[in-house]
């Protein structure tokens, strides 16, 4: 069973960088794709950044060029290296894993502020 846990968020000034980190300490027997989603009071969660793995990545084009998503097979983890930081980012981060049969899974989210 797949359990995500995301962890690295925290507050940073404008301009500033970010780690945020999603490991999968449970089990599943393909990975079709993970990624990274974010969302604000009373805004629908947006997804930012996904990869695929033997395909590649994608990102919404708020953050194409800022944020940078990876995945360490053997550590069963997906990275989101933010740079440039703005205050619009603030947001709470999901990490997200579609697995071989297209079932979804989340992580708790972490909370990203930047601050002006």
């Known amino acids: 069973q797949v359990q995500l846990v995301e962890s690295g968020g925290g507050l940073v000034q404008a301009g500033g960088s970010l780690r945020l980190s999603c490991v999968n300490s449970?089990?599943?027997?393909?990975?079709?794709?993970m990624g990274w989603s974010r969302q604000t009071p009373g805004k629908e969660r947006e997804s930012i950044a996904v990869?695929?793995?033997?395909?590649?990545?994608d990102y919404a084009e708020s953050v194409k060029g800022r944020f940078t998503i990876s995945m360490d097979v053997a550590k069963n983890t997906v990275y989101l290296q933010m740079n440039s930081l703005k205050p619009e980012d603030t947001a709470v981060y999901y990490c997200?894993?579609?697995?071989?049969?297209?079932?979804?899974?989340w992580g708790q989210g972490t909370q990203v502020t930047v601050s002006s």
């Open positions: 997200n894993l579609r697995d071989g049969d297209w079932k979804n899974y």
């Open positions: 449970g089990t599943t027997s393909m990975i079709n794709r």
């Open positions: 990869i695929t793995p033997g395909r590649g990545t």
